[in-house]
């Protein structure tokens, strides 16, 4: 006999949802969360940074609204106000997670839990049994050892700033830097982002990275490739920041946003015979399944697909394979994203570079206009669409964007791509005019292929 049938450590989005569904199919179900329910992105991620967004883009909506024959009054932002409305916002989905887990049955413990072995866990100071486990603790932000480092915050602690700085460096090249950049900006500060490559956001398509650079230094963001940190020091006014080329910067802020590791530090994974990778991440199978056959784990802490929709659907696989007799995998490939940056980025499917290196030929049909809004505004904003093609089977494999409601196109977008449509498909279906989003049915010719860059050994070289 045990405690519960399943017991989920965490309860972020991936974690509730397995425990949920879990106790649909008639479990015994426990979950244990020592910080917050919702995890990572209800509290200090996804919701609330789409909130700070929409609060940073009324600065340029405000200066639009001019040529549309709106007269304003005075502006004023107070940041307190923000951060108070949003608070009471992430209390009230913080009730909703609660009574949802207490409404299917779910026992909750407000407490860390740590495994023992393949079915004790040490919840606070009690001891538990389960038939099985899952283990769904997220990602944690990480911040690299560099001197003066604990002067700096991370995106956790910029949800709570006391004030609104009138200057920050953000570090870091992923989306979160990027996204909260665009935040900081609109809202009025004096922004410097820097990233230690060549070009930021690794892993999108190059063109959707080209383009965000050049919209982001239009709006007075002070963008820095290949530059790092060397040291922070606080001074009597702010914070001093030494690059390692000798560049300086004074500010009054230091955000960190250099990546997130998964949050298994002091959970006993060792002592139930977990297997994780160097970084941290627990290894898992295609159905959720770690080398420790009655654990479990998805979401960030296995550090596959590391997006809230992708944990709730491997939450979901998980109880449904357990105890809803329906064995299940979720399929990592062609997931669509978004970057809430300014202008935003949505994207689904394989990159341009991707794309050639799978097919023997592919065709790319690609566009970059004014929108019909800043045709009155003149605001010096452009959008990108993009279409990678495979030209044997004719098939759209991979779809991006930059600009206005990208996140929101882009969903339509990917569904066609699951369905494996053909460009010919999109070609037949009629745009609704005048939308941005029209452009995805309207690309008619592919753009030249690039030219082959010269190999080392010329025409003239003598054979080898």
Known sequence: MVDYDFFVIGGGSGGVR???????????????EERYLGGTCVNVGCVPKKLFVYAAHYAEDFDDARAYG???????FDWPTLIANKNAEIARLNGIYRSMLEGAGVTVFDAHARLLDPHRIAVGERTLTAAHVLVAVGSWPHVPEVPGA????????????ASLPERAVIVGGGYIAVEFAGILNGLGTRLTQLYRGPLFLRGFDDDLRRTLAVEMRKKAIDLRFSAEVAAIQKTASGLHVRLRDGAEIETDLVMYATGRRPNTQGL???EAGVATTPGGAIVVDDYGRTSTETIYAVG???DRVNLTPVAIREGHAVADTLFGGRPRRIDHEGVPSAVFSQPA???VGLTEAQARERYDAVDIYRSAFRTLKHTLTGRDEFAMIKLVVDRESDRVVGAHMVGPEAGEIIQGIAIALQCGATKAQFDATIGIHPTTAEEFVTLRTPVPEPVPEPTAQGHDAAPA
């Open 18 to 32: 397995a425990a949920r569904i879990a106790a649909g199919h008639g479990a015994r179900v426990g979950l244990a």
């Open 70 to 76: 709106w007269t304003l009054g005075e502006r004023r």
């Open 150 to 161: 604990e002067h700096a915050i991370t995106s956790n602690e910029a949800f709570f700033l």
């Open 268 to 270: 006993g994974l060792a």
């Open 300 to 302: 960030d802490v296995t």
């Open 345 to 347: 980025i949505g994207t």
